[in-house]
């Protein structure tokens, strides 16, 4: 029987350390419950946000271990899979098959910058030898690029490969695959790793997302999800604005996750000191970055404002607008002129 398509947001989830570093079992356990509380449609463990090169091979299966257990099937799993070759990285499938993980996400060959003939014998390899569903994960600023001759012929001879996750926030990129896949595998499922973007990908025919935002106030995502679904265009826009506000703090203003992880303590939890060491200055930053944090998240309702209180909030900046503005244009335009709308 054919599994369901991965469709909705998938949390990227953080783990949180206890004080020597090891992996807080139960502040994870409640971070999970809390996320499918607030109406995530599932958990993405193991990849980019959830730090998984900071893990060893073991670590990444305790973390999915944890986590299939509290989920107890009550959302779906798409588990991060990405070892270093082919053979760790089908171990890993096999494992995460055995948890009843839906499907995992395998980003293309890192490190060494492939050829798509490459990239495309390594996913070829992996999608015929799989137990489980996989989910091709293109992140070009980190890994070989997956372009769309690659990802249509993947779709074509592997029935296993069901799905792509691309975070390069390439909206024409996209609709190029959404189009090139779709007449031959119409159940192939698309997703944006791309926050800033999630509105405008999925008016362009993305089925969901992988959106770290959503691990801090997967509230808002879900209602962006929800707005734009049931094309509830302008209060879908407004969201967006907030959105990509929080999420362009969160990315821009602190090494990477650590501005998530702030965020995410803000919320309730305690996320413990990540195991990238930060300098004296980037420590400082990261205190200034936290109240900001704060405030934004306080807007909402969702923390109290720090002590002093905050800036009056003007709530959408004209940069925002243009920016979220500009890709609504541009996918409008794309779909026009491939004659989509």
């Given at each position: 029987m054919s599994q369901p398509r991965l469709q909705g947001i998938f949390t990227p989830n953080l783990v949180p350390y206890l004080p020597n570093g090891d992996i807080n079992e139960g502040e994870l356990r409640r971070y999970v419950d809390w996320l499918i509380e607030r109406?995530?449609?599932?958990?993405?463990?193991?990849?980019?946000t959830g730090e998984f090169t900071r893990f060893t091979p073991e670590e990444r299966r305790r973390i999915l271990a944890i986590i299939a257990d509290q989920v107890k099937g009550r959302v779906p799993i798409l588990a991060g899979a990405a070892e270093a070759n082919v053979k760790e990285t089908l171990a890993a499938c096999?494992?995460?098959?055995s948890l009843g993980i839906r499907a995992v996400a395998i980003v293309a060959p890192f490190y060494y910058k492939l050829s798509p003939a490459?990239?495309?014998?390594?996913?070829?390899?992996i999608g015929r030898n799989t137990p489980i569903d996989v989910t091709l994960y293109n992140i070009p600023m980190f890994a070989s690029p997956i372009d769309v001759p690659t990802i249509r012929r993947l779709s074509e001879e592997c029935e296993r490969i069901v799905a792509i996750k691309d975070s390069s926030g390439d909206i024409?990129?996209?609709?190029?695959?959404?189009?090139?896949v779709k007449p031959n595998r119409p159940e192939f499922a698309f997703l944006t790793g791309w926050d800033a973007a999630l509105m405008p990908m999925l008016l362009a025919g993305c089925d969901g997302g992988t959106n770290a935002s959503s691990g801090v106030v997967p509230e808002l995502t879900r209602?962006?999800?929800?707005?734009?679904t049931t094309y509830q265009i302008d209060a879908a826009r407004n969201v967006q604005y907030d959105l990509i506000r929080l999420?362009?703090?969160?990315i821009y203003s602190a090494e990477f996750p650590e501005g998530f992880r702030a965020a995410v303590q803000l919320r309730g939890f305690n996320m413990g000191r990540g195991r990238q060491p930060l300098s004296d200055e980037q420590n400082t930053d990261l205190s200034t970055l936290s109240r900001e944090?704060?405030?934004?998240?306080?807007?909402?309702?969702?923390t109290d404002q720090p002590v002093g209180g905050c800036p009056i909030d003007k709530s959408v900046t004209s940069a925002d607008a243009a920016e979220v503005s500009a890709i609504v244009q541009q996918v409008v335009a794309e779909l026009k002129g491939r004659g989509l709308l």
């Open positions: 109406g995530v449609h599932g958990l993405y463990p193991n990849g980019s096999e494992y995460y098959a490459s990239v495309y014998a390594y996913f070829r390899e024409p990129h996209m609709i190029r695959m959404i189009q090139a209602k962006l999800y929800d707005l734009t999420f362009d703090t969160m944090l704060q405030c934004m998240l306080s807007a909402h309702g969702y």
